[in-house]
């Protein structure tokens, strides 16, 4: 997602669709929800380069964010677009994750999440629909500070395309490398650092 042997490939939706099976038979009932998922990153301009890869879906064409979303939802009925951008080590985003992330839910997308600051960073509910600008790190070693070691895993609970809830999920990485539930007290300063009120996000 995001990348590919060319500009199209780089820009199509990847599609998935779970199949519902019944319960008790295990029988296969019918295809659900079509979640269609897109990526893009910074790195497209090679770190502030003027020459856009082509293989790489670049933040900073939003014209083109609203197309493929527009064109993703030809095939999909819930759009999950992803962003890597930002500052490293902050805790609010910048100017440019505001704008593609806004834009994103504008053209259509239900669902912004992002990544690269390794920390996490705030979260944001613009027209009914969540951003997460940084979910922070989750499986990284960098050991030397007690913000780089804290991530944040979300659960999403839908009704048909309806999304209902987010659930905040604060892990902690622990021996440079393994992640594990966050206790309670660890889970209150994470959502204090974020200025999260509560761990569940409700849409209803």
């Not at 990348?3 to 319960?23: D, K, M, R, Y």
């Not at 505001?98 to 992002?114: C, L, M, Q, R, S």
Request: aromatic content about 8%; proline content about 4%; glycine content about 6%.
């Amino acid at each position: 997602v995001g990348t590919g042997q060319n500009f199209e490939e780089a820009h199509e939706a990847q599609v998935i669709s779970p199949h519902l099976s019944s319960p008790t038979s295990g029988e296969e009932l019918k295809e659900g929800v079509k979640f269609g998922f897109l990526a893009y990153s910074y790195s497209a301009r090679n770190d502030g380069g003027n020459t856009a890869d082509q293989q790489i879906a670049t933040i900073s064409d939003l014209n083109q964010l609203k197309i493929d979303i527009q064109q993703a939802k030809d095939r999909s009925e819930v759009i999950i677009v992803s962003m890597h951008a930002g500052i490293e080590y902050v805790r609010d985003p910048n100017q440019e994750q505001t704008d593609f992330a806004h834009a994103a839910i504008d053209a259509g997308a239900d669902i912004v999440i992002g990544h690269h600051p390794h920390w996490i960073q705030t979260i944001e509910v613009y027209k009914e629909k969540p951003i997460f600008y940084s979910l922070g790190n989750f499986i990284f070693d960098q050991s030397w500070s007690v913000d780089t070691t804290e991530g944040l895993a979300v659960r999403f609970t839908f009704r048909g395309k309806e999304l209902r809830q987010a659930e905040l999920l604060p892990i902690i990485i622990e021996n440079n490398c393994c992640p594990r539930p966050a206790t309670e007290t660890e889970t209150q300063n994470i959502l204090k650092k974020i200025n999260a009120t509560s761990s569940v996000i409700s849409f209803e």
